[in-house]
């Protein structure tokens, strides 16, 4: 492949939702698969590859009803494991290296999160998953991408979504909603637009971490958000040019 890429250490976030196969199954393999192939080819070209997975195909903690939320966090942090687990198997089936790291110690299927063994492994090549969010309750995985992001030195963060960037308004709702091309964090807080974490919002804004969102309709918008083809809304601390 002859396209470069424009960043060298990535963090990819995925949502449950996107792996999952509803209504036959909460995993759809031929899906995960073919994300893992431009996962090899995001590999191929040089890039280092970190993921962190959501758990909402498994679980969701407001499905708890009148549960504990700390308790039902915790059962979305198995969940997160579980999609971490089914990611890793078929990397390693495509011939790539892969470790799961989780917050919460789970010692005899992932290693317990330590972030210079996570840097050390994307030196070596190695996809790393990160599990459990980031292992309390009260954070979504949109906040764990974030913090895992600003601990390993991500270039940016690449949100793939079941919509393809940010819109003016719910595209369901408003015919009218236009698409941007970018947006400030600051934006999208003071506006109250839902399509990131508020807390993964701000925390990427302290840091300065820049965040791609995109569709995940077709997988190969992962590499092309890598070598820098325009898709999806860039947030970040200032509107591009």
């Known amino acids: 492949m002859d396209a470069q890429p424009k960043y060298k250490r990535i963090l990819l976030k995925l949502s449950g939702e996107a792996l999952s196969d509803a209504p036959r199954g909460i995993l759809n393999f ?35 009803g009148k549960m504990d939320r700390t308790r039902a966090d915790h059962m979305g942090m198995l ?12 990397l390693e089936q495509l011939g ?18 330590i972030r210079n063994k996570a840097v050390s492994h994307l030196e070596k090549g190695r996809v790393v998953i990160f599990g459990c969010g980031i292992g309390s309750p009260f954070f979504s995985t949109d906040t764990a991408a974030a913090l895992r992001a600003a601990e390993i030195g ?5 949100f793939a979504k ?7 308004a719910d595209p369901k709702k408003d015919p009218a909603a236009k698409k941007l091309d970018s947006i400030e964090y600051m934006d999208i807080l003071s506006k109250h637009l839902t399509v990131i974490d508020t807390t993964a919002t701000s925390f990427s804004m302290d840091n300065d971490i820049p965040i791609l969102l995109f569709g995940l309709d077709d997988p190969k918008n992962i590499i092309r958000a890598v070598t820098g083809e325009e898709i999806g809304t860039i947030v970040s601390g200032h509107h591009a040019e």
């Not at 790539?96 to 999160?113: D, G, H, N, S």
């Open 96 to 113: 790539i290296e892969t470790r799961v790291l989780t917050a919460i110690e789970m010692k005899q299927f992932a290693e317990p999160y």
């Open 79 to 90: 969940a997160t494991t579980i999609n971490s687990l089914a990611i890793q198997d078929v």
């Open 154 to 158: 991500a270039d940016i963060m690449l």
């Open 30 to 64: 031929d899906k995960i698969e073919e994300i893992g192939k431009v996962i090899k080819e995001c590999l191929d070209i040089g890039v280092q590859v970190s993921i962190v997975v959501g758990g909402g195909n498994i679980w969701r903690g407001r499905q708890g």
């Open 162 to 168: 079941n919509i393809d960037g940010v819109y003016t």
